[in-house]
């Protein structure tokens, strides 16, 4: 065997981590909102992240949301200003990807609507390599 190569029987494969799914019921006009339901993603084994903003709820009317990604590379030290960050308007959806690195996110979203609410779901998908 050389030097640098695996034995025979380690194998690498890519396997795609189920969908994380966040939302925000509708709020007022407000800035680093967190989701309903608050998820830090692991992303420490990532090979790509992708994550859809949807403003297609009946329930969203602002037309000026950003989603704000914040990432920590030790898990408890977290960004002030987003690691990554996307606008859409009203009834849309939009896919973006984050580029890996830090060991987790999680997302905050800002409605910059003055007098709409916003409704809003994401879902994420991180894909990451692993060894057999």
Same mark, same amino acid.
């Given at each position: 065997?050389?030097?640098?190569?695996?034995? *025979?029987?380690? $194998?690498?494969?890519?396997?795609?981590?189920?969908?994380?799914?966040?939302?925000?019921?509708?709020?007022?006009?407000?800035?680093?909102?967190?989701?309903?339901?608050?998820?830090?993603?692991?992303?420490?084994? &990532?090979?790509?992240?992708?994550?859809? =903003?949807?403003?297609?709820?009946?329930?969203?009317?602002?037309?000026?949301?950003?989603?704000?990604?914040?990432?920590?590379?030790?898990?408890?030290?977290?960004?002030?200003?987003?690691?990554?960050? $996307?606008? =859409?308007?009203?009834?849309?959806? *939009?896919?973006?990807?984050?580029?890996?690195?830090? *060991? *987790? =996110?999680?997302?905050?979203?800002?409605?910059?609507?003055?007098?709409?609410?916003?409704? =809003?779901?994401?879902?994420?998908?991180?894909?990451?390599?692993? &060894?057999?």
């Amino acid at each position: 065997m050389e030097i640098g190569t695996p034995p *025979k029987t380690w $194998r690498q494969y890519e396997s795609q981590e189920n969908v994380v799914t966040l939302t925000w019921a509708a709020f007022a006009p407000a800035t680093d909102v967190a989701p309903d339901t608050d998820t830090e993603i692991d992303i420490s084994l &990532a090979t790509s992240i992708a994550i859809q =903003i949807d403003t297609t709820a009946s329930g969203n009317v602002s037309n000026d949301v950003d989603i704000n990604v914040e990432s920590s590379p030790d898990g408890s030290n977290w960004d002030s200003v987003a690691y990554a960050e $996307r606008n =859409i308007g009203d009834n849309e959806l *939009k896919t973006f990807l984050v580029e890996p690195g830090p *060991k *987790k =996110i999680r997302l905050r979203a800002d409605n910059n609507h003055a007098s709409s609410n916003a409704a =809003i779901t994401c879902r994420v998908v991180v894909r990451s390599l692993n &060894a057999l």
